[in-house]
Nanobody, 119 residues
Framework: VQLQASGGGLVQAGGYLRLSCAASGSIISIVAASWYRQAPGKQRELVARTTNNDRTDSADSVKGRFTISRDNAKNTVYLQMNSLKPEDTAVYYC??????????????WGQGTLVTVSS
């Protein structure tokens, strides 16, 4: 199974980006997924997550600005980020739990995509 994260880049404060995390390989479905971020000198933190019953949750710092969603047909998870702030600057990682063809569930991390928000 491979995860391909994309969509990061440089954006001005107030702008928006959409991150994607596409899962490929011998999987049946995405069970749950999360986006994390790690800013320089800081610990990795949970940004948003979606569970196996499509419930979503997000950190207080991004509530009302970031939205996690998924396209089950494409095995892809998205993070729509609006009203970006300089403090959102970080490397963003996706973490996906997938149901494999053998019936078991596995967890994978994407490679990280850099988001830089200029003031």
């Amino acid at each position: 199974v491979q995860l391909q994260a994309s969509g990061g880049g440089l954006v001005q404060a107030g702008g928006y980006l959409r991150l994607s995390c596409a899962a490929s390989g011998s999987i049946i479905s995405i069970v749950a997924a999360s986006w994390y971020r790690q800013a320089p000198g800081k610990q990795r933190e949970l940004v948003a997550r979606t569970t196996n019953n499509d419930r979503t949750d997000s950190a207080d710092s991004v509530k009302g600005r970031f939205t996690i969603s998924r396209d089950n047909a494409k095995n892809t998870v998205y993070l729509q980020m609006n009203s970006l702030k300089p403090e959102d600057t970080a490397v963003y990682y996706c973490n996906v739990n997938v149901r494999a063809r053998n019936g078991l569930e596995y967890s994978y991390w994407g490679q990280g995509t850099l988001v830089t928000v200029s003031s």
